[in-house]
């Protein structure tokens, strides 16, 4: 019998016992509050057309969808959000009278994930949506619901952070940049890219947009944030946003929710989805958020009738696990330390001795010992030492708060974390290079490039709008133009000997190299205090 026909699909699983007890009792628990709270529950469709989802943001990643083709030849997908079925839902089966409406949702939802990541593709999502309610009462109504959702579950070590979309689309529209420009400075500020986004914006100065913008990163905290933002800009629309945050913040507040509260400015997913307050939420123990939602008051209207809505989403199963290992004394001595991952090989000398620089002691690091796991005397630092590609891994799904890993890792890898520092040892660059007097770019021929990084090639490629056919080389890549294999390579350059000796010759530089501090996302929420004391003193050691 083949594997595959006993297997499950990438990204699924199969829960047994004591998981489905712990999933169950999770569901339940998110179920009574929100029933309680008068929200009543509908189901959707597990296929819909993908019309539906493309007509309601047509920004989201086709590649992420499973799709299917029906009898007659219509594309459908099997569901990857909830909260677009209820949008058409509200617009096409609502009666006015029955508005504002509270409903819930306990469905699961369908991604599809790439091999070897140990993403889910498949998950259990409980939310909310108030529909045809807008203004502060309305949003702290679906605020106290996800509030009273996660409480109800038993978890106390969660917080929820607010942001807003006004923010970002003013001061981005006060700069005045075409639509690629903002976009790339919307993902830097999503990713927590500090070196990256001065980059960005260095062309426009001290321009206020600017500065405010270039902010926005670490504009992540207590209310002091506000303060901070209100400071770099006179923007009439970002000062409204603040103060509406402001007063959501009081609400909640004396709805007894103030603890729990962080603040992000730096909240920028989705920026055609969301129209006003954003939120996320995270979980000690998860690696990642576990709730996400917010105001979408165009989301209806795309559908033939114009409601404001607001909801959220929770991955009931990451929430679920995280109470079960609360409940281990291990996971939480664990979470009490920073674990930080550090790539062995080319960055491991320069970056134990960033940490000596710094004032740590190394030298159990030093002796050469075969542990697995260091702990820093007289700190609460753990220290991992992995493959470039492993701390990315680790990173991302949380089990590792931080990690030194070099750019051209981040760039071929990817992955869901924060970059925030560029620590600038490990320079190099990736680049194309070919046999001397060779022309890559002309002809009618589709060129062939070989390279150890075929993502990183692909999106150089596309970037130029062009088509080529990439061969992964594990070995001497230089071999493969030599041997007629490829008309070109793509691979780090760091002096360019190797290059030269062969004959071969850049022709254009594809991006810099570097070694860069990432961040778990969960973990820059959580441990933010204790993060941004090992990045500061990791920062110090750079100057010594």
């Known amino acids: 019998m083949s594997r595959f026909s006993i297997s499950t699909p990438e990204g699924t699983r199969d829960l047994l016992f004591a998981s489905c007890r712990a999933l169950r009792q999770t569901e339940n628990a998110i179920r ?8 009543s529950e509908i189901i959707t469709p597990v296929v819909e057309y993908f019309d539906v989802f493309a007509q309601a943001n047509p920004a989201l990643d086709q590649e992420q969808m499973l799709k299917i083709v029906d009898k007659s030849g219509r594309i459908c997908v099997a569901r990857p959000d909830n909260t677009t079925p209820i949008a058409r839902i509200a617009a096409t089966h609502l009666d006015g009278s029955t508005l504002p409406v509270r409903l819930y949702y306990s469905q699961k939802v369908f991604r599809s994930v790439a091999a070897g990541h140990g993403h889910k593709g498949e998950f259990l999502q409980i939310g909310a949506e108030l529909i045809g309610a807008d203004g502060l009462e309305a949003d702290k109504d679906i605020l106290s619901a996800a509030f009273g959702a996660l409480t109800g579950t038993g978890a106390d070590n969660f917080r929820i952070e607010l942001g807003h979309s006004e923010i970002y689309k003013a001061l981005i529209e006060e700069l005045g940049v075409d639509g690629g420009t903002a976009e790339q400075i919307r993902r830097l500020i999503e990713n927590k890219s500090f070196a990256a986004l001065g980059d960005a914006l260095s062309p426009y100065g001290e321009r206020p947009a600017a500065r405010a913008l270039r902010a926005m990163p670490q504009l992540f905290g207590g209310m002091e944030v506000l303060d901070e933002v209100e400071s770099l800009t006179g923007n009439v629309r970002v000062l409204g946003a603040v103060s509406y945050l402001r007063r959501l913040y009081r609400a909640l507040d004396e709805a007894g929710y103030g603890d729990q509260i962080m603040i992000d400015l730096g909240l920028v997913h989705e920026m055609d989805y969301y129209t006003g307050v954003m939120f996320r939420g995270y979980i000690g123990g998860a690696g990642a958020a576990i709730l996400s939602g917010g105001r979408y008051n165009a989301l209806c209207a795309k559908f033939g009738r114009d409601l404001p809505a607001g909801g959220f989403g929770i991955d009931v199963e990451s929430v679920a696990e995280s109470l079960a290992g609360a409940q281990c004394t291990a996971a939480e001595t664990r979470r009490d330390s920073v674990r930080i991952a550090l790539t062995k ?23 050469g010992s075969r542990k697995l796991i260091f702990t820093l005397p007289d700190t609460k630092i753990e220290i991992v030492l992995a493959k470039a590609a492993d701390v990315i891994t680790y990173v991302e799904h949380g089990v590792c708060d931080m990690g030194v890993v070099g750019k051209d890792t981040i760039m071929e890898k990817g992955g869901s974390f924060y970059e925030m520092v560029d620590l600038g040892f490990g320079k190099c660059r990736f680049a194309l290079a070919t046999k001397k007097g060779k022309d890559v770019y002309g002809g009618y021929k589709t060129p062939v490039i070989a390279t150890k990084y075929p993502a990183v090639t692909r999106a150089f490629f596309a970037r130029k709008n062009m088509d080529v056919e990439t061969i992964k080389i594990e070995g001497s890549v230089e071999l493969a133009p030599l041997l007629e294999l490829a008309d070109a390579i793509v691979d780090i350059v760091e002096t360019g000997t190797t290059l030269k000796e062969n004959g071969l010759e850049v022709i254009e530089d594809v991006a810099p190299i570097s070694a860069r501090v990432i961040v778990n996302l969960a973990s820059a929420k959580m441990k933010k205090a204790a993060i941004q004391q090992v990045i500061a003193e990791l920062e110090s050691g750079l100057d010594n």
């Open 345 to 367: 090989g080319r960055l491991e000398k320069k970056t134990l001795a960033l940490l000596k620089n710094a004032g740590y002691d190394i030298s159990e690091l030093e002796a």
């Open 32 to 39: 009574d509050a929100l029933e309680t709270r008068g929200y």
